[in-house]
């Protein structure tokens, strides 16, 4: 009778036991489960281009962890596959350096697919595009280069902007050929090609080993934009609109934490040009060499950066790359 009583007493206290052990865990758990949802990792799609380096910096120097925030770098061969990982829910934004125009392709596909939240606009002080030649080639200007056999980098954006840019300078009748912007250099020794409309770092790498020159840089800023110094928005950085929508919080701290990154570029770019290597190219003495592209904020458009953009985008619209117009300002993003 002895152990029969204990029974219920033991299976009791087992129970009590239980239930203070699944209480104990639902509290630890909660926690847990709430920073869960607070830092959801954020897959961020990158070009490997100098024009990323914001992204590159503050990833290395901890400016998403010091937020509190889980960013996975996500590196592709080119604008157009970040643009289609969006596209499809594998990233949730794109680094400075992406193709503005690739991102619009992504919009028109799925209206409000995006928002920008920082531009790296180029011109001719803030260099990313030019057309190179040979170092003792005999062409000088860009109208030289009619008749003659041209590569240019991969991609919509940039071979609509190499066939309208050659146009625009008086080359007619000019081969345009589309080759990976690091096989440019190569392609002009081999006598391949007589130029190559190109980005940068290409022409330093190719001034640095005395194997080509620049013809003219800033190229997009004049012959599309019609002025050197203007901006030309040609690489941008986002982030879904779905994400956004979702994690409001998170999304300002990441814009919060990549600004710094803006920031260590515009203040300490010696600094800052070291997070290049690993993500780029670029290392060893052409680290310092590389010039370091402009960078704008959502908050410090201008009504004139805005149509600059506009144009740009128009543009594609006129060639009919894009099947309509896209809105620029409605791709800002606003806080």
Known sequence: MTSHSSTPSTGASRRRVLQASAATLGALAAPALVRA???????????PVAAGLPFFAAVEKGYFKEAGLDVEPLKF???????????????DGSSNGTGSANLA?????????FKIFATNPSNAKF??????????????????????KVASGPGIQNM????????????SGVTVTELPIGQHIAAIVAGQVDACYTLEPTG?????????????????????????????????????SEFIKKNPEAAKKF????????????????????FMKGYTAIEGPLTAEVPLASYMLYNEFKPSDLAHFQKFYDLFTEKGIFEKKVVVDSLIYKA
């Open 160 to 171: 609509t902007l190499c066939k309208t840019m050659l146009e625009r300078a008086g080359a």
């Open 204 to 240: 330093t790498i190719g001034r640095m080993n005395g194997t080509t020159r620049v013809i003219e840089s800033g190229v997009v800023a004049r012959y599309i934009l019609g002025d050197a110094m203007a901006p030309w928005h040609g690489g941008a950085a986002s982030l879904t």
């Open 77 to 91: 061969a080119g604008a157009q596959q970040v643009m289609e990982a969006m596209l499809s829910g594998r990233s």
């Open 37 to 47: 949802q607070a830092a959801p990792k954020i897959r961020i799609g990158f070009w």
């Open 105 to 113: 392709i992504g919009e028109i596909a799925q209206p409000g697919l």
């Open 255 to 274: 814009i919060a934490a990549y600004a710094r990154g803006i920031e260590l570029v515009r203040t300490k770019p010696e600094e800052a040009r070291q």
């Open 127 to 148: 260099v990313l595009d030019q057309f190179i030649t040979g170092k003792d080639s005999a062409i000088k200007t860009m109208a030289d280069l009619k008749g003659k």
